[in-house]
């Protein structure tokens, strides 16, 4: 009888433990994924951002020299990411494709002009920035006139702002989630054993001594289930990261790492304050209260 009655305490034991590495660990990766989403945020702004192109249109009478000389004023220039020459010729051959005829041989020549589309760096993808570029570029007499599309400029930017708020509102929410939700599982975990913490006291134990076994046994579980959401986000990040080569997902290895001791410092800290406050709940009470 009483070797049925361990055994069912033993599977219960073991079920409550299972209970609280998997809480841990679900709550934990949805945590990661969201630190490693806010990390590469700013990433996947910023390549949106760059793909948005500057065309600096030239006069008719800009000689190579001109069109070389600003050439290498682009590369020089702390606000260009790349820039790319697009002569004439090449610009007529684009709009040959694109309407499907050559329409130089009604016009008799070229009307289009030599051109470079430049791609500035994210920092100065701003109305004001952009307008301090465009007017020190205006600056050369042999520039004709420069195109980029104002109004998805202010709707990038804005939408940045609104999508970078709620970032963090979510941040927030999953982060109290998740402190509620391993508090309340490690919580669970120690009320099936508040008789054991009631009769160790009963027979003389400190509080600090009875506390030190539940808190040890918690700090281990919340290491296995951080080390289990830390082994997810790992084969993700490599499954993104060979999915989607171009956004260079691992680029950013160190933030990476401090993001994966992140998670694995939180699963630790939770499970330790929770295990002292709910330990400290059941010496706190009268034994009659237990039941």
């Known amino acids: 009888m009483s070797s049925s009655y361990d055994k069912f305490q033993k599977r219960r034991l073991i079920s409550s433990y299972f209970s609280v590495v998997l809480s841990v660990f679900l709550v934990l990766f949805l945590v990661g994924i969201l630190g490693l989403f806010v990390l590469n945020s700013k990433k996947l702004s910023d390549d949106f951002k760059e793909q948005i192109a500057m065309t600096v249109f030239f006069k008719e009478e800009a000689h190579d020299t001109i069109l070389k000389k600003f050439a290498v004023e682009l590369k020089t220039a702390k606000y260009v990411k790349s820039s790319v020459f697009v002569s004439k010729e090449d610009a007529a051959k684009v709009h040959t494709e694109i309407i499907g005829e050559d329409f130089m041989t009604f016009l008799g020549a070229n009307?289009?002009?030599?051109?470079?589309?430049?791609?500035?760096?994210?920092?100065y993808i701003d109305t004001n920035n952009i307008r301090k570029i465009e007017s020190k570029l205006r600056e050369n007499a042999m520039i004709s006139d420069i195109?980029?599309?104002?109004?998805?400029?202010?709707l990038v930017n804005d939408n940045i702002?609104?999508?970078?708020?709620?970032?963090?509102?979510?941040?927030?929410?999953?982060?109290l989630v998740a402190v509620l939700l391993i508090n309340s599982s490690m919580r669970l975990s120690i009320h099936s054993n508040r008789f054991i913490i009631k009769t160790?006291?009963?027979?003389g134990a400190t509080k600090a001594f009875i506390r030190k076994p539940f808190i040890w046994k918690s700090i281990k579980l919340g290491l296995i289930g951080s080390a289990l959401a830390v082994v997810?986000?790992?084969?993700?990040?490599?499954?993104?990261?060979?999915?989607?080569?171009?956004?260079?997902?691992?680029?950013?290895?160190?933030?990476?790492?401090?993001?994966l001791l992140g998670v694995v410092a939180v699963g630790v800290i939770i499970t330790w304050v929770s295990t002292y406050f709910a330990t400290?709940?059941?010496?706190n009470l009268r034994t009659d209260d237990l039941y």
């Open 232 to 259: 997810s986000l790992i084969i993700t990040l490599l499954y993104l990261d060979s999915s989607y080569p171009n956004l260079g997902i691992l680029d950013e290895k160190f933030l990476i790492t401090l993001v």
């Open 280 to 283: 400290q709940r059941f010496l």
């Open 200 to 203: 160790m006291q009963m027979v």
């Open 111 to 123: 009307p289009l002009q030599n051109s470079f589309d430049i791609h500035l760096k994210a920092d």
């Open 147 to 154: 195109v980029y599309d104002k109004q998805l400029v202010n």
């Open 161 to 175: 702002k609104k999508v970078s708020m709620w970032i963090l509102i979510i941040s927030g929410f999953l982060t």
